[in-house]
């Protein structure tokens, strides 16, 4: 072989070597989740909404047939939400608040929601008010997953979870039953879906995704919400539920969140 066969023979190994290393992602490239969950804020108009109320029309889906039933929701923070639905039954209830909840049946008897999906991480609604308190709190991570294609269009997906320490929670329980990931169209910027776990009331072991789908974005007080709210556990919509009105930042308290 010549030497000039030899340079050129080097030279291609290092064009295609320096193109190769240039197509890989590395994690300076990566995008900001942060950043991005901050960006949404600020895409909805929805940069100081802490806490909200809203009402609209639910439809559970209960053995295929659907019971429809006016909703009226309250919100505030990462960890406190309630959902009356006054349905042709009677008014059926279910409340989230500091790490802990409960659901009332028609009968108006209550029963406390597994310890495992108290924790989970999504609040099935407006996103903004969690997103809010996930920023501002140094005790919460946030991960960059990637991209993710879903109906032909793109979503940055990033998780929030507790930062806990090795020592407080050596087996990673805490972490592992409140994560949540946003969907963030990589368009609009608005959250297209939030996804989580929930589990049987007897175990933790098992799991089903839990989804919470935030489509048909409208403008309300200057804020884009998200008027169609889909649950979906395990792939299967629970309920659906169109909003009519949304008021932002009321004077909610604690009592707000209690079944008591």
């Known amino acids: ?12 190994w290092m ?5 190769g290393l240039a197509q890989e992602p590395t994690a300076s490239s990566a995008p900001d989740p942060k950043a991005l969950l901050a960006q949404s804020l600020a895409a909805a108009g929805a940069t100081n909404v802490n806490a909200f109320t809203a009402s609209g029309t639910i439809t559970y889906f209960w053995a295929g047939e659907p019971v429809q039933g006016a909703a009226t929701l309250r919100g505030r923070g990462a960890d406190q939400f309630r959902l009356d639905a006054d349905l042709p039954g009677g008014t059926r209830s279910f409340a989230l608040s500091r790490r802990a909840g409960q659901r009332k049946g028609a009968d108006g008897k209550l029963a406390d929601i597994p310890a495992q999906n108290a924790w989970a991480g999504s609040i099935p609604a407006i996103p903004y008010p969690s997103i809010a308190a996930a920023l501002a709190d140094p005790a919460v991570a946030f991960t960059y997953l990637g991209l993710e294609d879903a109906g032909g269009r793109q979503f940055y997906r990033i998780r929030v979870s507790p930062n806990v320490p090795p020592e407080t929670d050596p087996r990673g329980i805490m972490k592992q039953l409140s994560w949540i990931d946003y969907f963030v169209d990589v368009q609009t910027y608005l ?14 072991t098992e799991s089903y995704l839990h989804e919470i789908e935030l489509e048909e974005y409208t403008a309300m007080g200057g804020i884009a919400v998200p008027v169609l709210i889909r649950e979906k556990v395990g792939g299967q919509t629970t309920w659906e539920l169109r909003l009519s009105t949304v008021v932002f930042n009321p004077n909610l308290s604690d009592a707000d969140f209690s079944l008591q």
């Open 1 to 12: 072989m010549t030497p000039r066969i030899c340079v050129l023979l080097l030279a291609g």
């Open 15 to 19: 064009v295609s070597s320096l193109s």
């Open 191 to 204: 959250v297209a879906k939030t996804a989580d776990l929930t589990h049987p009331k007897e175990t933790i």
